[in-house]
């Protein structure tokens, strides 16, 4: 099952090398991974999607937790949360198919943020699922380059994730 | 305040962490502060021949003091050399601080001469590492490198300094830090009362009842109360290659070491018990053999201080996350507070079986009718040479399982040993670091032909210091344990498994200065061992025994097998 981890890091130069090294390390996999600065300058927020069955998910939160660094953890995945991936994708856009891009866009809320001649860039944000449904719908033969963020995640409601 | 350049810095809160020896090696990045330490006395540094000696003699000075040991070396080579000996001291959970130099600051990343990524090196085999990156913080920088070291889960850390960190004409602030704070590193300080109590009730109903106890304990500084409740409950006690010592070898309710070497009693009474409590081991592969099959019957409790050590390997009913020692007094007090007590009629119906099982196997081998010995019979002798009182380390192969097995260690820190990495080398240097801060305590390392040469070197090294460690060394002319893996799987053929052109040891260690002995049949090994430990006993001594080659190992846990699948001889399967 997939899961959403979320840390809050130490800002120092090498945390992240200590993450990315322990999943290469212990054979684990990451999917995506973004690393961003906080409201809190000594702190960097970081969510990355895994897959595995209870055991070794519990492993891999045990590990994370393990390293100095690593000052809060959780598994958004657990609970109720939000979780977004953004994403910019260039397609080949020529003759009929600019006005059936355009409208298969709106329809999944993206904008077109670039256009030339024959190619529109459509800038895109949801769930993963939602990500590759756009795709799919658009038909991947038209699709020039991708590019995604990764998941970035929070929880609903109250719950947060601080110190 | 005081003004102090960065090496002073680093010297003087090596001090003040408690630092009595480093073990190193130095080199050009290192040479600031190498002058800092010429012009004190307080820290002393021990000049070893190869960096992985530095990091061995550190480990061994650690698992027998308890405290972390502290290596010292220069950047590049100097580095990697001691990634042998970090990862040795990580994967046995042992307290060390290695320092090693690093190129100016503005040439990292530049392939600068003798640079290379130490932090990146080192980072999987690590507790913790600290780059500096201003002068004024290495003060604290050392004060959390040994707060991380030697709490928790001990483990190594490296701290990594580039050489403009340490300029001796550029002065700044000296303040140790009086007290150490981490937010992100809050080590437990005691184990779940709810979980304590569920684990005492198992233990008083228990009718077939097992303690396996390891490197945990003796970490903890708790054998007195590993001991304490093994005796009150009347439970058998097994330990780990890490836990042997922490509860007595001769004691009577101590029924060997467990594992794919461990006793016919041991495993056998590991896999028909019904509760097992597990104190500071890890369920590690060469305890377990076939994790599917590990103890069918038995409800695991588990007391550990790594939560990810739980349910790792095996799930455990009862887990309980905290220090051994502190655990194990909450259990005496709840026991104290009882009124239960154990079913004493399941208990000596137990140790009935027990005893049977004791004289299944009895740890019996065959003598030869030649002069030439077996292996075991050295121990033996070695064992009652030394009263049962030496501090052994050892190196990997079939002697370190033999001294496992048949010497029998009644005190905890006393059995020294590379158990997790399986480090060849390691034994020597271990001695040299035990013997350096136990001067009138015997130290006997048991090695093989094959792994004291990955670090005979280090003669000339105790020479110069004085250490006359005494080095026992079973001669059979073959990476014994190798030899026995293809006997027994690859119908004997012995690829790349005989030691050819072996040197005469006793003429090499009087080049180095020092005293050889050589015993080739039995008759001689008693005025051998009378002349190593009276004659020559503030001298190095290097006793090459002559031992069997033919020889294996039993038991030997059957491959994929539970833990009751064993050969016991060349011949005899359970």
């Known amino acids: 099952m997939r899961h959403i981890i979320s840390i809050l890091l130490e800002n120092e130069p090498g945390a992240l090398s200590r993450v990315v090294g322990l999943f290469a390390q212990r054979g684990y996999n990451i999917e995506t991974l973004t690393v961003a600065p906080t409201e809190d300058n000594t702190l960097s927020r970081l969510t990355m999607t895994t897959s595995g069955d209870d055991r070794k998910i519990e492993q891999i939160t045990k590990q994370l937790n393990k390293l100095i660094e690593v000052v809060k953890l959780v598994d958004l995945s657990e609970g109720p949360h939000i979780e977004r991936e953004l994403m910019l994708i260039k397609v080949k856009a020529v003759g009929a198919q600019r006005a059936e891009i355009k409208r298969t866009a709106d329809i999944f809320r993206g904008q077109i943020v670039d256009v030339s001649a024959s190619v529109y860039t459509i800038q895109l944000t949801g769930t993963s699922d939602k990500l590759e449904a756009f795709i799919e719908a658009i038909g991947a033969g038209c699709v020039l380059e991708t590019v995604r963020t990764g998941v970035s995640g929070i929880s609903r409601g109250e719950k947060i994730l601080s110190l | 305040m005081e003004l102090l350049s960065g090496g002073e810095m680093l010297v003087r809160a090596l001090h003040e962490s408690g630092v009595e020896y480093i073990y190193g090696y130095p080199g050009g990045s290192l040479l600031h502060v190498y002058d800092a330490l010429y012009k004190q006395s307080a820290v002393k540094h021990v000049l070893v021949r190869h960096e ?71 980072r999987p085999i690590v507790k913790h590492s600290f780059a500096v990156r201003r002068p004024e913080d290495i003060p604290e920088i050392v004060a959390k490198a040994f707060h991380i070291a030697s709490t928790g889960r001990p483990g190594p850390v490296v701290i990594d300094i580039p050489k403009d960190m340490t300029m001796p004409n550029e002065r700044y602030e000296y303040a140790y830090p009086k007290k150490v704070k981490l937010r992100s590193y809050t080590p437990p300080q005691r184990g779940h009362s709810g979980q304590i109590k569920k684990a005492v009730e198992l233990l008083l109903k228990a009718k077939r009842p097992v303690i396996y106890a390891g490197g945990g304990v003796i970490i903890d500084g708790s054998s007195d109360k590993l001991r304490a409740l093994v005796d009150r409950m009347d439970f058998p006690c097994t330990n780990t290659l890490m ?173 020294i040993n590379s158990g997790g990495l399986g480090t060849m080398g390691f034994g020597f240097p271990a001695a040299m670091g035990v013997k350096m801060n136990f001067p009138e305590e015997m130290v006997v390392c048991v090695t093989g032909e094959g792994s004291i040469q990955m670090n005979i070197q280090e003669l000339s090294t105790c020479l110069q210091y004085g250490i006359p460690v005494k080095i026992l060394c079973l001669n059979n002319g073959s990476l014994g344990m190798v030899r026995q893996w293809q006997d027994m799987n690859y119908e004997g053929r012995h690829s790349h498994s005989y030691m050819e052109s072996l040197p005469d040891f006793i003429k090499l260690v009087e080049a180095y200065g020092h005293v050889g002995i050589r015993v080739t049949g039995r008759d001689e090994l008693p005025q051998a061992l009378e002349d190593t430990f009276n004659k020559y006993n503030d001298r190095l001594v290097f006793l090459d025994v002559a031992v069997d080659p033919e020889e294996h190992v039993y038991p030997m846990q059957v491959p994929a097998g539970s833990m009751r699948d064993m050969w016991l001889s060349k011949t005899e399967r359970t």
């Open chain 2, 52 to 122: 992985q000696a530095a990091a061995h003699m550190a480990d061994g000075y650690a698992r027998a003091t308890g405290k972390p040991g502290v290596v010292m070396v220069t950047s590049g080579p100097g580095a990697t050399n001691t990634i042998t000996g970090i990862a040795t001291a990580y994967t046995d959970s042992i307290p060390m601080v290695v320092i090693s130099g690093q190129v100016m600051s503005y040439l990292v990343g530049d392939d600068a001469f003798q640079e290379t990524d130490m932090l990146g090196l080192s």
């Open chain 2, 243 to 415: 836990g042997l010592g922490s509860y007595p070898g001769t004691g009577e309710r101590f029924v060997g070491m467990l594992g794919m070497h461990g006793t016919y009693e041991a495993n056998m009474v590991m896999h028909h018990a019904d509760v097992v409590l597990a104190i500071g081991a890890r369920f590690d592969d060469r305890v377990t053999n076939a994790t599917s099959k590990f103890c069918p019957d038995a409800k695991i409790i588990h007391i550990d201080i790594d939560p990810s050590c739980i349910s790792k390997t095996i799930i455990v009913d009862v887990p309980i996350v905290g220090p051994v020692g502190n655990v194990l007094d909450e259990m005496m007090a709840l026991l104290d507070e009882s009124n239960e007590v154990p079913d004493a009629e399941a208990i000596a119906s137990w140790w009935k079986q027990i005893n049977e099982w004791r004289q299944r196997h009895a740890m019996r081998y065959e003598k030869n009718d030649s002069q030439l010995m077996k292996p075991q019979e050295v121990i033996e002798a070695i064992w009652a040479a030394t009263k049962g009182d030496a501090y052994v380390t050892s190196d990997v192969g079939q002697h370190q399982m033999f001294a496992a097995q048949y010497y029998k260690f009644d005190k905890p820190n006393r059995w």
